[in-house]
């Protein structure tokens, strides 16, 4: 498959892509702004007691460092290398399913040792429902990698992998965005 063919397939794709991830930004954005509104709460848990720093730096030492990890995937597709395509994937899906693991046990810690469920307050409901959100986009994207990891078993056509695979890429960068923005207004005023 030529460059002409190839991009006369998925530019459309490409464009409806880039338009879900402006509605997504818009979205992470009205729930970025209800958090900071409700931040801190009036009565209740503040997020000083709630949060902890170990848990945060955790987190992103698992999660951030997977965007980089995805450009050996990257870099595997510009190369015609399979071995640095499978090596950036599975790399970044383990470190995303730690990330997840680790957000599954924060919320875990919260809501059922400490009692911060998301009916205490506005606070901790702009909280689970931000946070949470990007947690669920992080277990979607884990669920991408499986399927793109079948296809390249499969060995399907390299140009339909290699747009499929760059997509994954838009997408997979987009989370790590949200992430450091929920570090930098989340998490940031209230633990450093």
């Known amino acids: 498959m ?86 950036g994937l599975i790399t970044t899906f383990l470190l995303g399913a730690v990330f997840l693991g680790l957000e599954v046990h924060e919320f875990y810690k919260y809501a059922v040792h400490e009692g911060y469920t998301i009916s205490v307050n506005n606070f901790m409901a702009s909280f689970y429902t931000l ?20 296809q390249l078993k499969r060995n399907i056509p390299s140009a339909l992998f290699n747009e499929k695979q760059r997509i994954f890429n838009y997408y997979w960068h987009f989370v790590d965005f949200i992430w450091v923005m929920i570090i930098i207004f989340v998490y940031s005023p209230y633990v450093f």
């Open 2 to 87: 030529n460059q002409t063919v190839s991009r006369e397939l998925f530019g459309d794709k490409r464009l409806g892509f880039y338009i879900y991830l402006g509605v997504e930004a818009v979205m992470f954005a009205t729930l970025f702004a209800t958090y900071i509104i409700f931040t801190p709460p009036e009565k209740g848990v503040t997020p000083t007691e709630a949060f902890d720093l170990r848990s945060v730096i955790m987190t992103s030492a698992f999660l951030l460092p997977s965007s980089a990890t995805l450009l050996i995937a990257e870099k595997g597709l510009k190369d015609a290398s399979r071995m640095k395509v499978w090596i």
């Open 131 to 150: 946070v949470g959100l990007h947690a669920s986009h992080v277990a979607f994207g884990l669920g991408w990698m499986l399927l793109l990891m079948l």
